[in-house]
Antibody, heavy 119, light 110 residues
Framework: QVQLVESGGGVVQPGGSLRLSCAASGFAFSSCNMHWVRQAPGKGLEWVAFIWYDGDDKYFADSLKGRFNISRDNIKKTVSLQMNSLRTDDTAVYYC????????????WGQGTLVTVSS | QSALTQPRSVSGSPGQSVTISCTGTSSDVGGYDYVSWYQHHPGKAPKLMISDVSERPSGVPDRFSGSKSDNTASLTISGLQAEDEADYYCYSYAGSNTWVFGGGTKLTVL
């Protein structure tokens, strides 16, 4: 079955950087588009970023452009989120998610990793 | 990419029906038949309940149904059960490989 396991969360100071990773298994990773979604404490879900199956195209929420980058390694079956110039309002649980191909939806989620931006 | 508008909370008694609305614009909900709904129990991974406005993935009870009219999508849960108590989020394609979530609705089963 599909498994998505995020790692790399932790506490970082404002202005710092952090790289999240997501290890995928149980499906044809190299054929699947992937997303990152986040949820700040007490808030709703927020779509963060999307990457095509081959890594050639990447898209980001307007509020994040220039600070975050998404990448993938189809050999290692991982997708990553590089987060720079972190702000306190980036504090959230970050979820890795598998695109539901052809349906413009998400059909599988990881359990999430907590990122806390605090001095 | 403004969040879609959902009621903050809805409630119903076991066996009753509830409907959660999700209002967007012609650039997202109204522009595409790609609205999905997710059930989220705190501390767990969200679960896809409806895709493509009204399609139920395998394993989702037929008590869950979706619809859309103009810029508003709706999720209806009939025959409410205790385990339906959760947060529910709508999610819409917004064009150019971007997406937007609703603010979330807390469903309480009385």
């Amino acid at each position: 079955q599909v498994q998505l396991v995020e790692s790399g969360g932790g506490v970082v100071q404002p202005g710092g950087s952090l790289r999240l990773s997501c290890a995928a298994s149980g499906f044809a990773f190299s054929s699947c588009n992937m997303h990152w979604v986040r949820q700040a404490p007490g808030k709703g879900l927020e779509w963060v970023a999307f990457i095509w199956y081959d890594g050639d195209d990447k898209y980001f929420a307007d509020s994040l452009k220039g600070r975050f980058n998404i990448s993938r390694d189809n050999i290692k079956k991982t997708v990553s989120l590089q987060m720079n110039s972190l702000r306190t309002d980036d504090t959230a649980v970050y979820y890795c998610a598998k695109d539901f191909s052809g349906h413009y939806a998400i059909d599988s989620w990881g359990q999430g990793t907590l990122v806390t931006v605090s001095s | 990419q403004s969040a879609l508008t959902q009621p903050r909370s809805v409630s119903g008694s076991p066996g009753q029906s509830v409907t959660i609305s999700c209002t967007g614009t012609s650039s997202d909900v109204g522009g595409y038949d790609y609205v999905s709904w997710y059930q989220h129990h705190p501390g767990k991974a969200p679960k896809l309940m409806i895709s493509d406005v009204s399609e139920r993935p395998s394993g989702v009870p037929d008590r869950f149904s979706g619809s859309k009219s103009d810029n508003t999508a709706s999720l209806t849960i009939s025959g409410l059960q205790a385990e339906d108590e959760a947060d529910y989020y709508c999610y819409s394609y917004a064009g150019s490989n971007t997406w937007v979530f609703g603010g979330g609705t807390k469903l309480t089963v009385l």
